[in-house]
């Protein structure tokens, strides 16, 4: 099991060139890894993820670079900054076939939400506060949300939460279908430790491969998606994990990796 930390607390989380560069390289390393099989990413301090930076933006410095001369971005370095830096975040993410867990508290806005629906469960504390507060500071939904929040609450929920910027309770979010699990604020490291750890001893192949049928279902015919997963199915049933899985029922006990 592997955890990202986001650690800018003074500044609720927002990112920074570097926080971007390191959050790419960690999930760089858990798609690349053998040994990870599930991975947490939570906040430090009051929130998980402000988002962008407002006090880099009002200095007209684009959406990373807090240390440039103040005004000195061009339109092309503001895109740079999303495409190249921001967007390699969520990209990455969905490269990785292994379960991401967004650990969700205090407040997740903005580019910061956006980041957690591009993981695969996000599980939040009770007090949490959701929004995609966009057009309140007069800009687009740069980080995913135009494409990730239809596929969950359609287009006109979708169009909703973006023009009014609503503040969401974290119920109201699972009510919607924006969050998977809520917990009481004391409960929130020790569930999502053992839902994840539930996931870490699971068949490792099935698991990957059930995601990734999601995910490229999404975009799929219905036709498509059944000859992909019958691929997938000759495949695991080869494993050792089947047979033990079988084994388990006609044994009436547990398998192994449960």
């Known amino acids: 099991m592997a955890r990202i ?3 800018r607390p003074n500044s609720l989380n927002a990112f920074s060139s570097e926080m971007i560069d390191l959050w790419i390289q960690a999930l760089e390393t858990v798609r690349n890894s053998e040994e990870i099989r599930v991975v947490i990413i939570s906040g430090n301090g009051r929130g ?3 988002g962008g930076d407002i006090k880099t933006m009002a200095k007209g410095n684009g959406f990373l670079d807090s240390d440039a001369k103040e005004g000195s971005s061009s339109a092309l370095d503001r895109k740079n900054s999303l495409w190249k830096k921001i967007h390699r975040v969520p990209l990455t993410m969905k490269e990785i076939d292994k379960p991401i867990i967004a650990s969700l508290h205090g407040f997740a806005f903005g580019a910061g939400f956006d980041m957690a629906l591009a993981c695969d469960i996000r599980i939040a504390a009770k007090s949490t506060k959701i929004s995609e507060s966009y057009l309140k ?3 687009v939904p740069g980080d995913g949300a135009a494409w990730l929040l239809p596929r969950f609450v359609g287009v006109d929920q979708t169009l909703d939460l973006l023009w009014t910027g609503k503040v969401l309770t974290a119920d109201e979010a699972k009510e919607m279908g924006l969050i998977t699990h809520v917990v009481d604020d004391t409960q929130l490291t020790t569930f ?3 839902y994840a750890e539930k996931l870490t001893k699971g068949p490792q192949a099935a698991i990957a491969l059930t995601k990734r049928a999601v995910y490229q279902g ?3 015919s219905f036709k498509a998606s059944l000859d992909m997963i019958s691929s997938s199915m000759a495949i695991v049933s080869e494993l050792d994990d089947f047979h033990e899985g079988v ?3 006609n044994e009436r006990r547990s398998p192994h990796f449960k």
């Open 137 to 139: 500071v007069g800009i």
């Open 5 to 7: 930390t986001l650690n």
């Open 247 to 249: 084994r388990a029922i």
């Open 192 to 194: 999502v430790s053992d």
């Open 218 to 220: 999404l975009d799929m």
């Open 48 to 50: 998980f993820c402000a």
